[in-house]
């Protein structure tokens, strides 16, 4: 079965670049999910997308903003980069309105920042 | 707003041993609760999800309840297996399914 596709697998930065993550949901899910996830710490809820619309936002730096396409792909651009921005990105997909209805994750982009 | 906790923050037992992994949260008026497994560096693999109206949930070994009222849940793991080592998580989902995580039970199985 198909899952969550995040690209790229591993991405290495200098200080105030800008970098692109890239997420693809599942077939048929039409809500993704952004995470941030420090060393040792739980996943952080960044923004999220329903139906190509942004649907709730986190802790999301202003340096950052991300976008639903038309094909329900996500790309979350993060500008200005900062040494603290290293961390575990996830992208997780849903459908929304199943009451049993799984999230589910990708694999994730780590993203460190030199 | 919805805060999660997790006890033990980490637990290592010998093979074989059956363990509970314990979720609380807040507030009691949510949608699901899902229980996630996450190897280092890896993201997260879905192990059960437990509607608001249900109690339980089994697959395999694995085996959730949940008490909305008393705001708890608890993941069961049976006849524990090395390959059981990992960090498991609770997420509490409300009615507009916005996911809440806990901070996580690190799991170490001896063998």
């Known amino acids: 079965a198909a899952g969550v596709i995040q690209s790229p697998r591993h991405l290495i930065k200098e200080k105030r670049e800008t970098a692109t993550l890239k997420c693809y949901p599942i077939?048929?899910?039409?809500?993704v999910y952004w995470y941030q996830q420090g060393p040792g710490q739980d996943p952080q809820f960044l923004i999220s997308f329903y139906e190509k619309m942004q649907s709730d936002k986190g802790s999301i730096p202003d340096r950052f903003s991300a976008q639903q396409f038309s094909d329900y792909h996500s790309e979350l651009n993060m500008s200005s980069l900062e040494l603290g921005d290293s961390a575990l990105y996830f992208c997780a997909s849903i459908k929304k309105g199943g009451s049993n209805e799984k999230l589910f994750f990708g694999s994730g982009t780590q993203l460190s920042v030199l | 707003k919805q805060e999660v906790t997790q006890i033990p923050a980490a637990l290592s037992v010998p093979e074989g041993e059956n363990l509970v992994l314990n979720c609380s949260f807040t507030d009691s008026a949510i949608y699901n609760l899902q229980w996630f497994r996450q190897d280092p560096g890896k993201g997260l693999t879905s192990l059960l999800l437990?509607?608001?109206?249900?109690r339980e949930q089994t697959s395999g070994r694995l085996n959730a309840s949940l008490d909305k009222s008393s705001g708890r849940s608890t993941l069961y793991i049976a006849a524990s297996q090395p390959g059981d080592s990992a960090t498991y998580l609770c997420?509490?989902?409300?009615?507009?399914?916005?996911?809440?995580f806990g901070p996580g039970t690190r799991l170490s199985v001896l063998p």
């Open positions: 997420a509490v989902i409300d009615y507009g399914q916005n996911f809440v």
């Open positions: 437990i509607q608001s109206s249900q």
């Open positions: 077939p048929r899910h039409d809500t």
